[in-house]
């Protein structure tokens, strides 16, 4: 057998493991090593790879980013802004047709420019919104599918934790792929709003209005956001102008968010520890997922997979763009089965090398950047789509009254409206790229 024939096996291999419900870091490193042992012929040369490997992965500059964002999330979380973005987001909207849960989307969207994780913002949005639905009589599923939903907007909207492993991975430039994520990330927030007035208008038994809020309460109401929005400005608006590189604003936004949080008197030595341990163990699953997909894709590169797939679709005589949709079809696929992060890991080392050296008319960075943000809505969708839409079963647990199966079919709107945006984004790579063009 042909180390090519062994590095096509090994992906069988790998979803046999993960099936097995085997965490996706210690799959991943065990395929890998495995794999390198046999290629190589010893189990030596791979274990001193990993002295350096292990150094060289986790001293990386860029990669520091990671602990710092999630660090900002938790302070973000017990500092009381979710709760004062859902609020005033319900004065302005409300009173509206499904207008609760528009605020509920709005929310999301504000919590995410702060968070970057897609479950830490379903959780923590969830716990705010998810009674103020009950309470205006929202259907089981449309409450569940509108905040998973929102969910993955913690992650569509910069600053996004994914979108620097991508830039890692494919070598592009973190501050553009954010920049490159804006538009795409309003037009999530946009399409979920405009998915749950459609819904609510095909079935008016599904929601009520809330009370309409005086023009005075809604401005006063804006007051509590202004930290929000400053710290969004702060750190996302610092590296758009050059301000900051992306490790720093990170920095600025951890110590930010914590000092509203000691503003607001919710940052206690307790609440302190617990926001150091929770991104502490976020951080080490992360970077186990990294060193795991380090390993496993040094294996690929020895029985040069990557370099064979780029060859065949160079040579394949057909549209580029029809294999674009293929790639996209089987992200979608595998997003149900696996989180965003994983499937980054595991794939961009083969996928985009291949899909760079063919011609979809995009000169210099510009195919790095769209393929990103493709690639990131695509596998988003996986996090509220059935069997494994992790964000479904967030939402799910948090009441014991919405089955799973309510679940399923309330995010069905979303869904749709997500694969929209996915047509538009690939059909007019402008919506992408433009504020970039604009900014650099």
């Not at 973005?85 to 995410?112: D, N, P, T």
């Not at 990103?372 to 988003?380: D, K, P, W």
């Not at 494994?388 to 309330?410: A, C, D, H, P």
Request: proline letters at 5%; one cysteine or more.
């Amino acid at each position: 057998m042909s180390s090519f024939d062994l590095g096509l096996i090994s992906f069988p291999i790998l979803m046999v493991f993960l099936f097995l419900r085997m965490p996706i870091g210690i799959a991943m490193f065990t395929v890998g090593f495995v794999g390198n042992w046999i290629v190589m012929g010893t189990p030596l040369a791979i274990l001193n790879q990993l002295k350096s490997l292990t150094v060289t992965t986790f001293s990386s500059y860029s990669l520091s980013i990671v602990p710092l964002f999630l660090l900002m999330g938790q302070f973000a979380t017990i500092s009381g802004m979710s709760a004062a973005l859902f609020k005033s987001a319900e004065q302005w909207l409300g009173h509206r047709k499904g207008g609760v849960g528009m605020a509920a989307i709005g929310a999301c969207a504000g919590f995410g420019a702060i968070c970057g994780s897609s479950m830490a913002t379903a959780a923590t949005m969830g716990q705010v919104a998810l009674p103020e639905l009950r309470k205006y009589g929202y259907a089981n599923g449309l409450a569940a599918g509108t905040l998973a939903a929102g969910g993955t907007l913690g992650v569509l909207i910069p600053p996004s934790v994914v979108l620097v492993i991508y830039a890692i991975l494919a070598e592009q430039n973190i501050a553009k792929l954010f920049v490159a994520a804006f538009i795409p990330g309003l037009m999530a927030a946009a399409g979920y709003m405009i998915a749950i007035a459609i819904y609510v208008r095909l079935y008016p038994d599904s929601a009520t209005r809330g009370p309409r809020a005086n023009y005075v309460d809604r401005l006063r109401g804006l007051g509590p956001v202004l930290p929000v929005i400053a710290v969004f400005v702060v750190v996302v608006g610092g590296i758009y102008a050059g301000i900051f590189t992306p490790t720093e604003a990170a920095s600025v936004g951890a110590a930010a968010t914590a000092l509203l949080a000691v503003i607001n008197g919710t940052l206690s030595f307790r609440a302190l520890r617990t926001s150091l341990e929770a991104t502490a163990k976020s951080t080490a699953m992360i970077f186990m997922i990294v060193i795991g997909a380090s390993v496993f894709n040094n294996f690929l590169s020895l029985a040069q997979v990557p370099q064979n797939v780029a060859d065949y679709a160079v040579t394949l005589a057909v549209s580029p763009w029809l294999i674009l949709v293929v790639v996209l079809l089987l992200y979608l696929i595998f997003g149900c089965l696996m989180d965003s992060l994983s499937m980054i890991l595991l794939t961009i080392p083969i996928i985009y090398p291949a899909l760079s050296q063919l011609d979809f008319g995009l000169q210099g960075d510009d195919f790095g950047l769209w393929f990103g943000i493709l690639v990131l809505v695509v596998v988003e969708v996986g996090l509220i789509t059935p069997p494994v839409g992790l964000n479904l079963f967030v939402i799910k647990s948090m009441s014991k009254e919405i089955t799973l199966r309510e679940t399923f079919i309330g995010v069905t709107p979303f869904v749709i409206s997500d694969i929209l945006r996915v047509v538009l984004l690939t059909a007019l790579p402008f919506l992408s790229l433009w504020l970039v063009h604009l900014i650099y």
